[in-house]
C-alpha cells in the first residue's frame, strides 16, 4: 500500500446525513492536508492538520489526526448535493523531500438530493 | 479561483508533436509543482521548482521537460509522447512547504 490510502474508495449518501472518510498513511509525518477536487478540476485545499494536533474543524468539516494509528478522518457534516466530488488526503513526510506531498488515490462521495 | 491558471485547458497531440502546457500563479508563491493524474491512480508528482530552482525529479521521462523562467511562471514541453502520457496536468503552487493551490488543469490526449 502506498503513503496515503483514503477508505472507502466510494460513498453514497442523502442529502443532509453525515459523511466520513478515513486516510492511513505508513510513515511519521509533518501534516496531512485534506483535498477536494469536482470532476476533471483541480484541487482545492480544505485543512490542515499538524502532526502535533489532534482534531481541527472548518465549518461543516471536521478532521481527527491519531499519529499512534497512523490515520485521519474527515467528517463532513449536514451534507449537500454540492459536496459531490473526490476527496483526498496528503502527507508531508518526516524528514521527507522538501515540498512533496504524498496523495491517496481518494474516495467519491456522492451526496443524492 | 485559486489564483493558479493553465492554458490551455485541453490538448490533443500526435506522438511526434511538441507542444507547451502553461502555468502562471498570481499569489506571490515561491514554489510551483507539475503533477499527472490518470484514472485510478494517486495524483502523481512530477517536479518541484523553490525559487526558479528544481529541487524535486520524481523519475519521470524525459519526454516531460520543464521550465521555470521565474517563480510565477511554469511551463511543461512535451515531445514524441505515448499514448499512456494521456492524463489531467495539474498544476499547483505554495508558499513555504504547506497548503497548495492548483489550477483548473490541462486535459492531454496522445493519439
Not at chain 1, 13 to 25: F, L
Not at chain 2, 4 to 30: A, D, I
Not at chain 2, 37 to 59: C, H, I, W
Request: glycine fraction near 6%; hydrophobic fraction near 30%.
Amino acid at each position: 500500500s502506498q503513503q496515503g490510502e483514503e477508505d472507502p474508495q466510494a460513498l453514497s449518501i442523502q442529502e443532509g446525513e453525515n459523511a466520513t472518510m478515513n486516510c492511513s498513511y505508513k510513515t511519521s509525518i509533518n501534516n496531512l492536508q485534506w483535498y477536494r477536487q469536482n470532476s476533471g478540476r483541480g484541487l482545492v485545499h480544505l485543512i490542515l492538520i499538524r502532526s502535533n494536533e489532534r482534531e481541527k474543524h472548518s465549518g461543516r468539516l471536521r478532521v481527527t489526526l491519531d499519529t499512534s494509528k497512523k490515520s485521519s478522518s474527515l467528517l463532513i457534516t449536514a451534507s449537500r448535493a454540492a459536496d459531490t466530488a473526490s476527496y483526498f488526503c496528503a502527507t508531508e513526510v518526516s524528514g521527507g523531500s522538501n515540498y512533496k506531498l504524498t496523495f491517496g488515490k481518494g474516495t467519491l462521495l456522492t451526496v443524492n438530493p | 479561483e485559486t489564483g493558479v491558471t493553465q492554458t490551455p485547458r485541453h490538448l490533443v497531440m500526435g506522438m511526434t508533436n511538441k507542444k507547451s502546457l502553461k502555468c502562471e500563479q498570481h499569489l506571490g508563491h515561491n514554489a510551483m509543482y507539475w503533477y499527472k493524474q490518470s484514472a485510478k491512480k494517486p495524483l502523481e508528482l512530477m517536479f518541484v521548482y523553490n525559487f526558479k530552482e528544481q529541487t524535486e525529479n520524481n523519475s519521470v521521462p524525459s519526454r516531460f521537460s520543464p521550465e521555470c523562467p521565474n517563480s510565477s511562471h511554469l511551463f511543461l514541453h512535451l515531445h514524441t509522447l505515448q499514448p499512456e502520457d494521456s492524463a489531467l496536468y495539474l498544476c499547483a503552487s505554495s508558499r513555504g512547504q504547506e497548503t497548495q493551490y492548483f489550477g483548473p488543469g490541462t486535459r492531454l490526449l496522445v493519439l
